[in-house]
């Protein structure tokens, strides 16, 4: 079975400019969450979406928004970007919300200058 | 937010011998998850637990779940090269929607 699959896997964009993310996950997973990493720490928290709902939201500007498909798949947008922006972000899906072990996909690198 | 604590920062080893981290927090947690990331790649689950004093195994790694539920710890037996790269611990609060990360421990194994 294909594990989680991100696109596009390296970004470059201006500041001002937007910019979307995408991700698949693990057949039968219903729960997909996005985390940013910055070199040098431990991912963060953004959001987490199950059957197509919100359920859970970092300390992240507006900017930042997703959204979950009937397919399971889902997006992440981020506009106006920011020089500070510059990080991996990682999908990572579940089986449920609660006590489910995440599963990352290889993540997309965002460049902004 | 919550911050998880990991230690060492960083550890320099001979290959062949065991390694030892830990992970230390401020609140009591439900799960806890352990991952070793590669340069340039995502988080890869190593051993997840669920209930406090579980000692898991997952081939030359151990893991166990503190009796505080406040702490996790990561033994590796033996290392190898390909033991090389930044383990993550990450922990979820009961009925929490999301896994906090700590800072990571960095592995280097010299042959």
């Known amino acids: 079975d294909a594990g989680v699959t991100q696109s596009p896997t390296h970004l470059i964009k201006t500041r001002g400019q937007h910019v979307t993310l995408r991700c698949s996950p693990i057949?039968?997973?219903?729960?997909v969450s996005w985390y940013q990493q910055v070199l040098g720490q431990g991912p963060q928290f953004i959001f987490q979406?199950?059957?197509?709902?919100?359920?859970g939201r970092g300390n992240f500007p507006d900017r930042f928004s997703a959204r979950q498909f009937p397919n399971y798949s889902s997006e992440l947008n981020v506009n106006a970007l920011l020089l500070g922006d510059s990080a991996l972000y990682l999908c990572?899906?579940?089986?449920?919300?609660?006590?489910?072990?995440?599963?990352f996909g290889n993540g997309t690198r965002l460049t902004v200058t | 937010g919550q911050q998880l604590n990991q230690s060492p920062q960083s550890m320099f080893i001979q290959e062949g011998e065991d390694v030892s981290m830990n992970c230390t927090s401020s609140?009591?947690?439900?799960?806890w998850l352990w991952y070793k990331q590669d340069p340039g790649e995502g988080p890869v689950l190593l051993i997840a637990?669920?209930?406090?004093?579980e000692l898991t195994s997952n081939g030359r790694l151990t893991a166990q779940f503190g009796i505080t539920r406040k702490d996790s710890f990561l033994n590796i037996s033996a290392s190898i090269p390909s033991d090389v790269g930044i383990y993550f611990c990450?922990?979820?609060?009961?009925?929490?929607?999301?896994?906090?990360f700590g800072t990571g421990t960095s592995l280097t194994v010299i042959p």
């Open positions: 990572a899906s579940s089986l449920v919300v609660l006590s489910s072990p995440l599963h």
């Open positions: 057949s039968g997973h219903k729960s």
């Open positions: 979406y199950y059957e197509k709902e919100e359920r």
């Open positions: 609140s009591i947690f439900n799960t």
């Open positions: 637990l669920y209930k406090a004093g």
């Open positions: 990450a922990g979820q609060h009961l009925g929490g929607n999301q896994f906090y």
